[in-house]
């Protein structure tokens, strides 16, 4: 079962600032956008309609360390690794890699936890067992790769 | 019944780009806003999920002309008029003035139609009239003043 | 000499409204995105500081008609053409073609003009000529594919 | 000396995502709202331009706890705390309270760590001292309001 993905993706114009480096948000925009694609990679994706009651997985944590800067045009890993599993929440860590840096340099690492949740007719959300279509396609990654 | 309404929102730092200047994209973003506080100032919000079916007020077209740039901490007053009402959509032109600059300068004007449509069971969108407590709330600015 | 480039993109989380499509304001970020790509495969970035005076490419104007809407983990063709050049500003176009719609489907057009400016020592910008290396590594669309 | 500021700022259409709630990484562009904000409070801004050579104040660590979410238009105030005070680096902690809610109810809590950072002629960025006009303007909070 798999425990980690890795995604790219190229800083945009759009993403840097005036101090002419990615703004630090959009760390965490990357590291959802890596999640996503490793769900995809596993055959599904985020929905939040098709259920009843709908599921959401919204973040309850989320954390970063930033080491290096990124900057306009720069080709970034984006490493995943699950980083615990439990009946209602997952924690992903993240380790952004600049494949344009030469040589290739970390540039910040990242943790996010998300909770399962059901929403509610009132539209309050209500934490919920992750499906076993999704608990049971991944799995945490040894220890000795998430130090 | 009103036509114009002025908002004013200050440049943070995230919504500027490597260029020292805030990215094109906000300028957009910041119609909208205006747009939105001049629903509230009518007494009503843009919701999707309390009728039956639901509206939305997609934008189907946007444009702006940018004149000078607008920079970090710059004030700016984002002045709405409606420009256009037709049964099924809006249009608004919006002046953008920077009242950090000494004297005070417009940076760009936009335009921007969007059309109220209901939204089906199956998720698409279909053209629907503009509920009375809209429409009859606002009307066409005056022609001189859309020049 | 090229006239065209198409460029892909998948529609992030963080890209969505709470109207469950692309925020309107992305297309923007896409059009530049596609840009930028151009430039890439032209062998040029858009940099900023190494020249003296540095020069920049703000936009002067964009525009877009929507027709329908993106949304999330859609991936988008924009298909960049280049609509007009002049000795100191460039004017594209954009077509964004949803891939994941089955037929695919036009989902928008849009245009937007550049201006070459050099960065004075103050801040201000002053329109200059364009460089040699990007006016003459591109040239416009045939005017049948503008229509 | 002040160690705390109060922000607020309303969401914006364009801050929410397809789930009907502020995308979390708006909470970190808030937070960098608020922290400009208290500098201006305090007579300055974040400039990077006018020293020689020039300051920079990345973030170097940022985490938020998110209890609640928040919606389009809901009125959030953002209470800043300083945290840690030295002499190259600060640390705020952030305290999102909904004020829409009824009653108010808090929705997150932030850290965030910067250090001032000198740019060198080639773009590389070196730990410096925070100037004394920014360190002696500010003091850390109480430990029990930092709790």
């Given at each position: 079962?798999?425990?980690?993905?890795?995604?790219?993706?190229?800083?945009?114009f759009s993403e840097t600032d005036m101090a002419g480096i990615m703004h630090y948000s959009n760390?965490?925009?990357?590291?959802?956008?890596?999640?996503?694609?490793?769900?995809?990679?596993?055959g599904f994706s985020v929905v939040f309609d098709r259920r009843d009651p709908p599921l959401g997985f919204p973040r309850v944590h989320a954390e970063c360390d930033f080491r290096k800067p990124l900057r306009f045009e720069d080709l970034v890993e984006i490493?995943?690794?699950?980083?615990?599993k439990k009946s209602k929440?997952?924690?992903?860590?993240f380790r952004f890699r600049n494949l344009t840096a030469s040589p290739p340099e970390e540039a910040a690492r990242g943790v996010v936890t998300i909770v399962c949740v059901a929403r509610?007719?009132?539209g309050s959300m209500?934490?919920?067992k992750i499906p076993p279509e999704?608990?049971?396609r991944l799995?945490?990654?040894?220890?000795e790769l998430l130090v």
């Open positions: 079962m798999p425990y980690e993905f890795k995604a790219t993706r190229r800083v945009e760390f965490f925009r990357f590291m959802e956008t890596a999640e996503h694609a490793f769900y995809r990679s596993l490493h995943l690794l699950v980083r615990e929440s997952l924690s992903f860590c509610q007719p009132d209500v934490a919920a999704i608990a049971d799995e945490v990654a040894p220890s």
